[in-house]
């Protein structure tokens, strides 16, 4: 028997397939974050890439970081909000992002329902940067941004 990738996996529901393990985020005190889980969609060894799904609940969010990988995001279901670099713009359904080598990111679900997103990045990548406190001034230091980082 091989572990060769399913063909087909059915839907069971939105956000949920037919096996995929939801999986934590990260491990608990890795980084701040609140209340979000991930799922490999696809993550065969064979691909240069991996799509996952992540879903953040009702006033939850992703960590603040960058990293050298690019991201490429699509908004699957649910609103809220997202920095990407010195903007904030609000999401909703079938919105893509782009997120670039080395920009600060985050993305935080409206207080009334869960905020999905598919994530396609390398399969190979780096590890997370989490800003310093140097950092974390210079982002505060753009009004939009520090209204978005104390709404959590």
């Not at 691909?47 to 969010?61: K, T």
């Not at 904030?88 to 920009?103: A, E, F, K, N, R």
Request: hydrophobic share 40%.
């Amino acid at each position: 028997m091989t572990d060769a990738p399913k063909t087909f996996r059915r839907a069971e529901r939105t956000g949920r397939w037919a096996e995929v393990d939801v999986l934590a985020y990260k491990a608990e005190g890795a980084a701040p974050f609140k209340d979000i889980t991930r799922q490999v969609l696809f993550g065969d060894p064979n691909l240069a890439c991996e799509l996952r799904y992540f879903e953040i609940a009702p006033g939850g969010h992703s960590t603040l970081e960058r990293h050298e990988h690019l991201h490429a995001v699509m908004i699957f279901r649910g609103r809220g909000q997202c920095m990407v670099g010195d903007r904030v713009m609000d999401v909703g359904p079938h919105d893509l992002i782009s997120i670039p080598s080395l920009t600060w990111h985050q993305f935080r679900a409206s207080t009334e329902e869960p905020l999905g997103f598919l994530c396609m990045v390398n399969r190979e990548r780096d590890r997370p940067q989490l800003p310093n406190d140097a950092e974390l001034g210079e982002l505060r230091a753009n009004v939009a941004i520090a209204a978005f980082l104390d709404s959590a």
